[in-house]
Each structure stands twice: as C-alpha cells, then as structure tokens.
C-alpha cells in the first residue's frame, strides 16, 4: 500500500476511496433536481399565493422562499427549491463530512502511521487530502448543471447558459469552502465529531441568517456576513454573478486551509 501510494497521488486516492459515494450522490441530487422542476409547468401564481397566503413571512424565509411572485418563474422556482433552498445545504454537508473525515479516519483505522510513512510532508498531506475533496464537490455540482441542463427546455424553465453554469460555481465554492472548515477544525483538534459540529452549526446558523435577514428588521444589518448571501443575493441563476462574493468564499477557504496546515503540522498525531 505505501508502495502504491508513494508511486501515486494521495488526492487521487482519496477520490477513488469515495467514487461509490460520489456516484450514489450524483444519482440523489440528479433525481432531486428533476423531481423537483418537474413540478414547475403545473404549478401557477395563484397557487402558490393560495398555498402560502397563511405562512409567516419567516418561516416561509427560514426555507429559502423570500419572494412568492417571483415562484412563477423558473429561475424563481429553481432558486427557491434548489439553491435558496436544502439541495445546498445538502451539497455543502457532504463537504463538511469529507472535510471532517479525511485525516480523522486516518487516526481512526489505525492507517497514519503508514500514511505518515510516505516521503511527503505534512503540508503537503493536508493539502492533497483538499483537493480531492475540491475535485470531488466540483464533481458532484457538474452533475447538478447537466441534470438542470437537460430539465430546462423539457419543462420549460427558461433558464440561461451562463446562469446554470455560475450557479453551480457559487455552490461549488460555498461547499469547498465549508469542508475547508471542517478539515481546518479536524486537522488542529483530530475529533471529527467536532468538526462536523462546528461546520454544520455555523452552516445551520448562516442559512438561517440569510433567509430571516431578509424579513426580520434586526438581523437585515448583519445578514452580508453569510457566506450564503455572498453567494445568493445577488441570484447567480439569473446571469448576475458576484464577483465579490465569489471571491470572498475563495478566500475564506484558502484561510482555512491555511490554519488546517497549521494545525495537522504542529498537532500529536500519535504515530
């Protein structure tokens, strides 16, 4: 096993150690998606102003619906039951439980001294683990595209090119970015128990942050520091891309992965 390892790549490894999870991923958010939009040609305005005439405003916020008109149309109702909705928060979990894992179930089998064994670096572990978890999300967000690629003109969704595609960037970078944290708070603690706490805790409290910002007075003012604002607010699926707000995740996640270094290469790994 070092022998192949050495002779190889530890990112490649780690995708091809999660290529089943990644495939029954793909498959789940492929059929969330479709089944999803499928709905969309049959649903009207006035349907959905009859289903949510008697919700609160933030509940119906709390769930990534801030605007009912705005249902009606596609880029309203994908936004809403995708991107404004759980399919992110589900996408950026299983980057908070690759970032969590990736080292911890090293320490866990019994496997880093052997991993610890190879001719390379800690820094450069941490790093490789990274970016097969970055490869691995960029893989699953290009599945979404082409499922919502296919969907669009089969239910009319009229969504553009350019609006799938940087859509699908922003919640690649949202989701790299999250698992950045989980691998940073791993890599400095070695409890991926923790980890998963604290990145799905502050995942929950963001989104959360975001949606009620938009209703609740005293939140409004501090809502832009949700990285799901910097990521929706500006609604990438209608064409109109952050840059800013892209580049802040970016940032963030280098950051991270910065104190994720730190922290693996200072820490007891017990080898």
Do not use: H
């Amino acid at each position: 096993m070092i022998r192949s390892l050495s002779s190889g790549s530890l990112s490649g490894k780690g995708i091809w150690d999660r290529r089943k999870t990644l495939m029954w991923w793909s498959i789940g958010m492929a059929l969330y998606v479709v089944l999803n939009v499928a709905f969309f040609p049959s649903l009207q305005e006035e349907t959905f102003s009859d289903v949510f005439e008697s919700v609160p405003e933030a509940m119906l916020a709390a769930f990534g619906i801030q605007d009912i008109a705005a249902l009606s149309t596609g880029v309203g109702y994908v936004n809403s039951q995708l991107y404004d909705g759980f399919g992110t928060i589900l996408v950026a979990a299983w980057a908070v439980a690759i970032g969590a894992t990736t080292l911890a179930s090293e320490e866990d089998s019994k496997t880093m001294d052997m991993l610890m064994s190879l001719p390379l670096s800690r820094p450069r572990v941490v790093l490789e683990k990274w970016i097969a978890m970055v490869v691995l999300m960029i893989a699953l967000c290009g599945v979404i595209f082409v499922a919502l690629l296919a969907s669009n003109p089969i239910w009319e969704l009229d969504l553009s090119l350019g609006g799938m595609a940087w859509v699908n960037v922003g919640l690649a970078l949202l989701s790299v970015m999250f698992g950045t944290l989980a691998l940073a708070v791993s890599a400095v603690t070695g409890k991926k128990g923790l980890a998963i706490g604290v990145s799905g805790g502050l995942m929950a409290l963001f989104f959360l942050l975001y949606g009620l910002g938009s209703v609740v007075d005293i939140l409004e003012s501090v809502r832009g520091v949700s990285p799901f604002y910097w990521y929706l607010n500006s609604v990438p699926l209608a064409g109109t891309v952050s840059w800013l707000g892209l580049g802040g995740m970016a940032v963030v996640s280098a950051m991270l992965l910065l104190v994720a270094v730190w922290g693996f290469n200072r820490r007891d790994v017990g080898v």
